[in-house]
């Protein structure tokens, strides 16, 4: 389980990264937010992999952590998740406010010369 | 107390003159002048007490942990120098309320007047080293806004430029210095710091200590070779001239020179870099004051001058030449500040200060010439004013130092030879300006003018004057205190009588006033030029500029072949940057795989992942030119991450992700027809650049992808650690009353954090709405799609309301979206209410809603849909915002920190038991302001296109 859980974190950075790296500014949304996903899998990871031990109090079980998912990365990456459609937002929009005014949906604002 | 009132008070009144209006003249100087007044009363009252008890002090703890209190510390010295800068500053306010013209506007003149007087008296009272720097600090900045204060005039700005340069430069250095010297005393008490006066000099950092305080205070005092920047700053309104220029703000050098002097004095490095800098401005100034042509220019010179004088006293090592400089302190103040007044005045009556053009004012101005020529006479040292006593004992100072052969001869004739030019230019300047035939090309009518202008420079006068004739009387208890404060018990026995019999300081006296007179006579009276002879190439300005402008360009050069504007460029920099940075962390740190065994592989989660992998890659294959497949292909990427939380016991992220994936989806989809069209056919030519460029950014992504797939594997492979997590498991049900911890965690334990968090959200939404509303489309996507032109046809015009409803088709979707909304509601709310002992919670139920609104615009149509549903998303993020931030208040109630969550559990007569808990609201608030964001954000994003609309329809364009 842990290697596809890393190799799929691997997979979706890698693709984030390299679109990150590319000219059009919807390359680069599309980069973030598979980047993110990336990162708050990691993140998430972090609390190690536990199946069918939701942090959700049970009585019979009693409080004991041991018997819980580590709920602290849980709570970071939900305030992450939601932080990161808020940038997800604004990013497009400062995009397109930059494409009406440049004309270019190129990163720097403007068409590269050729060389 | 008094102490903190003293600084307090300039602050205030800046405070105060910085809300009255711009005409105000009269008000301004009234409240400058009080607070002034003010604080020079308190000076004085506190004297008894500072002869009595020597020191005293004031602490206020301000960060106790860190050792860092307000200390504010007043010795004698600290007093004269309090009184002076209070008594002088009280002088100047009246002197500027008739100098300023009605034009001017004077709240900005006086709000940084007191600033400056406040961080004055800040460095003066300062029992705290660093807290004197901070002050220092602000007194160059106040400096800066000061002489700036014309800013229409580019010399002003150029001046104050220099000057904030030179001195915010030195003021760095200084704390540099303040730092070390604190470290090696053990303390950055002034009391500490004295009292380790041995330490610091057997240390071997202290030529460096020696070294940055020297700088500091050299380019305060503007000594050579930091000297360029005081002749400049004289753009600068005369009242700020006077006052921070010549009385206070560049004594601060001096004065600091003289508050360390017992802890760094008494070495050969202080006599050389002192007392060096000293005589070379002493010398070097006096020479060029002679060849100045603007009045001011003269006195800026001459200021340079005797606080190279001052410096000089303070680097001889000696105790009695230590007690001539603080005199000295005093009564250049005295007779420089009415000095400037007069050319103040001048300037005021007559237009200009050029000492080419003024002539003959004494007839016309018999007052104010009569003042300048005693002021002039006390700088030249004529017997029987104040700057010949302190002169007079700079020349035995001279005279009776202890050092090798060549010094002791050397220094007392550049002593005299200094002395000459002093008398020269003094008379220089006033036979120039009121004496020989009256002007006649003058842009003013000379006249002399109101009593209340003259009135400081008289006092001034009077004092120099005084301390002149009885100086015992006049001054020398305070002066006894002042220097005992430095010097401590054994400080040496002097005598301030103005007659000590014929001996060698008085001939040396006698010489300079004969040579500075034959000088004068002999070349200057009939020198016609405008240059200054023999140094005319020696411009500190010139050379100032000069490296200005090679670091600027050196920055500039290093900037661009260090970094690259292209935004592209710059990202795989970081990337690669990061990558090598870890790789390079493994070696050392020994990172492999844990000894975990892994968890045997589910078939299913592999499938999954398979599928999601897959879609990663298909998003970065296809976002170039297929952007639709790529949202799709996101999407499933997305869905994948979704059901993994799912699989490892993270409900509530499964849920938050699954309704955010849905939202931002709606979002991109939205965002997309205003961007180019971009397509295959039209490609720029392919060739071996692109893809050598292509598998170079591979590389690079690829490279990070499998580090952090390896980091990731490496940690999952490890044995967990336990954290804070137990914490939150075992007290999410006693303190947080709730089932779900991830909940518990949001709404309750960092419930600060998530307030923030949600706060961010609204601003991003209020943010992407006012960026809209200016949204200008690019010319091209202003038509519209050709999907909605072919499903509406060309027949349909869309300018009517009811054309506006979903026709065809669409009809059916549209009746079941109508009654999806209200089920929705239900739905998020039960998430909302069920959050907090099972997965949801508001963030979820927030965005369901969300999702169901924007679903109705999807469907119905954004006119349809406004024109039945009234949805205000801004009302909806205030009052999330105000619900969670009363929630948070509420605890205050109970006496409890801020958003420490309050129960109530009780019986109800009909409803029941019930449990009401504060965080209910919080998470109500957070639900509210969700649902307005997302809405706010995505329907000012659908908005766009009916606007382009109107704006079609504007202008006419029917396509």
């Not at chain 1, 980047?35 to 009585?59: E, K, Q, T």
């Not at chain 2, 340069?165 to 009391?191: E, K, P, Q, R, S």
Request: glycine share 10%; charged share 10%; proline share 6%.
């Amino acid at each position: 389980m842990e290697i596809v859980f890393a190799l799929a974190i691997g997979v979706m950075a890698g693709s984030g990264i390299y679109l990150l790296l590319r000219p059009r500014t919807f390359q680069v949304i599309m980069g973030l937010s598979l980047l993110s996903y990336a990162v708050n899998l990691f993140i998430f990871g972090m609390g190690r992999l536990r199946s069918g031990a939701a942090p959700v109090l049970d009585a019979t079980r009693g409080a004991d952590a041991a018997l819980y998912a580590d709920p602290v990365p849980q709570a970071l990456v939900l305030t992450a998740i939601v932080i990161g459609f808020a940038v997800t937002a604004l990013l497009l929009v400062v995009l397109l406010a930059a494409r009406g005014l440049s004309g270019t949906d190129h990163v720097d604002g403007r068409e590269p010369e050729r060389e | 107390m008094e102490l903190a009132l003293i600084i307090f008070l300039p602050f205030l009144g800046s405070l105060g003159a910085a809300f009255l209006p711009p005409n105000a003249r009269n008000a301004e100087a009234w409240l400058a002048g009080a607070a002034a007044l003010a604080a020079t009363a308190i000076t004085v009252s506190l004297y008894p007490q500072v002869a009595a008890e020597g020191v005293l002090r004031l602490n206020l703890p301000w960060a106790p942990a860190l050792g860092l209190d307000i200390s504010l510390r007043m010795d004698g010295f600290a007093w004269l120098f309090a009184l002076l800068v209070t008594g002088m500053g009280t002088l100047v306010v009246i002197y500027a309320r008739y100098y300023m013209s009605p034009a001017d506007p004077v709240p900005r003149f006086f709000s940084f007047f007191l600033v400056f007087m406040g961080a004055m008296l800040g460095v003066v009272l300062s029992g705290h080293l660093i807290q004197m720097v901070m002050f220092w600090e602000m007194t160059s900045l106040s400096s800066f806004m000061l002489i700036a204060y014309w800013h229409h005039r580019g010399e002003a700005r150029r001046g104050a430029r220099m000057a904030l340069t030179v001195t915010g430069a030195g003021g760095l250095a200084l704390f540099g210095g303040v730092l070390l010297l604190g470290h090696i005393a053990g303390g950055y008490d002034l009391d500490t710091v004295l009292a380790a006066a041995p330490q610091v000099k057997a240390h071997p950092w202290y030529p460096a200590v020696l070294a940055l305080i020297a700088l500091g205070a050299l380019t305060k005092s503007a000594q050579f070779p930091f000297h360029f920047w005081l002749p400049h700053a004289m753009s600068a309104p005369t009242p700020v001239s006077a006052y921070l220029h010549s009385a206070t703000m560049v004594k601060a050098g001096v004065f600091l020179l003289a508050r360390l002097w017992p802890v760094l004095a008494g070495t050969d490095a202080w006599f050389w870099i002192i007392g060096g800098a000293g005589l070379c401005s002493l010398v070097l100034a006096g020479y060029l004051a002679m060849f100045q042509q603007d009045m001011k220019g003269v006195l800026a010179y001459s200021t340079i001058s005797h606080l190279g004088l001052i410096t000089l006293l303070l680097g001889m090592n000696s105790e009695l030449a230590l007690v001539a400089a603080v005199f000295h302190i005093a009564n250049h103040a005295t007779f420089k500040a009415s000095l400037f007044m007069a050319a103040g005045i001048v300037d005021h009556e007559t237009g200009t200060r050029d000492l080419g053009r003024l002539s003959g004012l004494s007839r016309a101005m018999p007052l104010t010439a009569a003042l300048a020529v005693v002021a002039a006479a006390a700088m030249a040292g004529v017997p029987l004013l104040n700057g010949f006593l302190s002169k007079e004992m700079f020349f035995a100072e001279t005279v009776f130092l202890d050092r090798p052969d060549w010094q002791r001869f050397g220094l007392p004739l550049a002593a005299t030879l200094a002395g000459v030019f002093s008398v020269a230019y003094s008379l220089r300047l006033i036979q120039r300006v009121f004496f020989g035939p009256p002007a006649q090309d003058l842009p003013h009518t000379p006249h002399e003018p109101t009593r209340w202008m003259l009135l400081p420079s008289a006092l001034l006068v009077a004092a120099c004057v005084l301390v002149g004739v009885v100086p015992e009387l006049v001054i020398g208890p305070y002066l006894r205190t002042a220097t005992g404060a430095i010097l401590g018990a054994d400080a040496p026995a002097y005598s301030l009588a103005v007659w000590h019999g014929f001996n060698t300081p008085l001939l040396m006296s006698f010489v300079a006033l004969g040579g500075g007179a034959l000088l004068h006579g002999a070349l200057l009276a009939r020198r016609g030029a405008t240059t200054v002879p023999l140094l005319e190439s020696i411009d500190g300005r010139h050379l100032f500029d000069v490296t200005l402008t090679a670091l600027t360009t050196g920055a500039e050069r290093a900037l661009r072949r260090l970094s690259s504007p292209r935004l592209q460029m710059q990202m795989l920099l970081i990337f690669a940057v990061a990558l090598g940075g870890a790789l390079l962390l493994v070696k050392p740190f020994g990172i492999g795989w844990g000894a975990n065994a892994p968890q045997p592989l589910d078939p299913a989660f592999a499938l999954l992942w398979l599928v999601g992998g897959a879609c990663a890659l298909a998003v970065a294959w296809q976002a170039k030119y297929h952007r639709f497949a790529a949202v799709a292909f996101a999407g499933g990427a997305g869905l994948a991450t979704s059901l993994t939380f799912v699989w490892f016991s993270a409900p509530d992220l499964a849920l938050t992700q699954l309704t955010v994936e849905v939202v931002t989806t709606v979002l991109i989809l939205l965002g997309l027809r205003w961007l180019p069209r971009r397509d295959e056919r039209i490609a720029g030519p392919g060739g071996a650049t692109p893809r050598l460029r292509r598998s170079r950014d591979i590389l690079v992504a690829g490279g990070c992808g499998l580090g952090l797939a390896a980091l990731a594997y490496a940690v999952l492979t490890r044995p967990a650690v336990d954290g804070i997590a137990p914490f939150f498991v075992q007290q999410a049900l006693p303190q947080g009353g709730g089932l779900n911890v991830v909940n518990v965690i949001l709404v309750d334990f960092r419930g600060f954090d998530t307030f923030g968090e949600i706060t961010v959200l609204g601003i991003v939404a209020l943010t992407v709405y006012a960026l809209l509303r200016r949204f200008r489309p690019a010319p091209e996507s202003m038509r519209l799609p050709d999907q909605q032109h072919e499903q509406d046809g060309d027949a349909s015009p869309r300018d009517s309301q009811e054309a506006m409803l979903p026709a065809g088709a669409m009809m059916l979707p549209a009746v079941l979206v109508r009654l999806l909304l209200p089920l929705a509601l239900l739905v998020s709310l039960f998430f909302l209410l069920r959050g907090h002992n099972a997965p949801g919670g508001g963030f979820v139920g927030g965005l369901i809603l969300a999702t169901a609104v924007i679903l109705q615009y999807l469907v119905g149509g954004t006119h349809w849909v406004e024109s039945r549903l009234r949805i205000h998303p801004l009302y909806w993020i205030a009052i999330g915002l105000l619900l969670a931030a009363a929630a948070g208040i509420g605890a205050a109630f109970a006496g409890a920190p801020f958003l420490t969550s309050q129960a109530w559990h009780g019986t109800l007569p009909v409803v029941g038991e019930l449990h009401l808990s504060s965080v209910l609201l919080f998470d109500l608030g957070v639900y509210m302001l969700v649902v307005g964001a997302t809405t706010l954000m995505l329907v000012a994003i659908a908005h766009q296109s009916l606007r382009s609309q109107h704006h079609r329809t504007a202008t006419g364009d029917t396509r």
